[in-house]
């Protein structure tokens, strides 16, 4: 669940309602940047940003729950991540993107370097398509994290865009 904007009022609502949804496709609930959030939802875990709290911080407050850690294009965030115990690292973006302003562009090499220093599963971030997925996971991406093209797309509803991915 990635809410920028709203109370946590509202957050809390639509945080209920989309834990059920996931438990009842048996899928992971994380929860962007609010590990209190995580915390009163009982979520499965979170993604924290590298100006969220300290995911050792995080650890304390949620114990054993999922966290994985924006690395943007930097193995050395990803080592201080996987050091910190990580379940997840992410990078991106790896293409443009409208769901917010690339301020960090990822590369298949990255993938590559980072896919031979660990065992640890990747995130790939930014501007993913039906398009583009394929070379990702070619590339040995473990996920995709994938909003615009699901969400604001114009050509496609959701049901749809999520359909041309397979």
Aim: aromatic share 6%; net charge positive.
């Amino acid at each position: 669940m990635r809410l920028k904007d709203g109370s946590i009022k509202k957050k809390l609502i639509i945080g209920k309602k989309i834990k059920r949804i996931c438990k009842r496709f048996n899928v992971k609930f994380l929860i962007n940047d609010n590990v209190f959030l995580v915390k009163k939802l009982n979520a499965d875990g979170c993604h924290l940003g590298q100006k969220d709290m300290h995911i050792a911080d995080a650890r304390k407050l949620i114990g054993n729950k999922i966290i994985g850690i924006t690395c943007h294009n930097s193995i050395k965030l990803a080592k201080n991540a996987l050091e910190n115990k990580a379940d997840y690292i992410a990078f991106g973006a790896f293409n443009l993107s409208n769901t917010k302003k690339v301020k960090y562009k990822a590369s298949i090499n990255l993938l590559k370097k980072a896919k031979k220093m660990t065992k640890t599963p990747i995130v790939a971030i930014g501007g993913i398509n039906s398009e583009n997925y394929k070379k990702l996971l070619l590339n040995k991406a473990n996920f995709l994290a994938i909003s615009g093209y699901i969400w604001n797309n114009k050509k496609l509803k959701p049901v749809e865009a999520i359909k041309k991915l397979k």
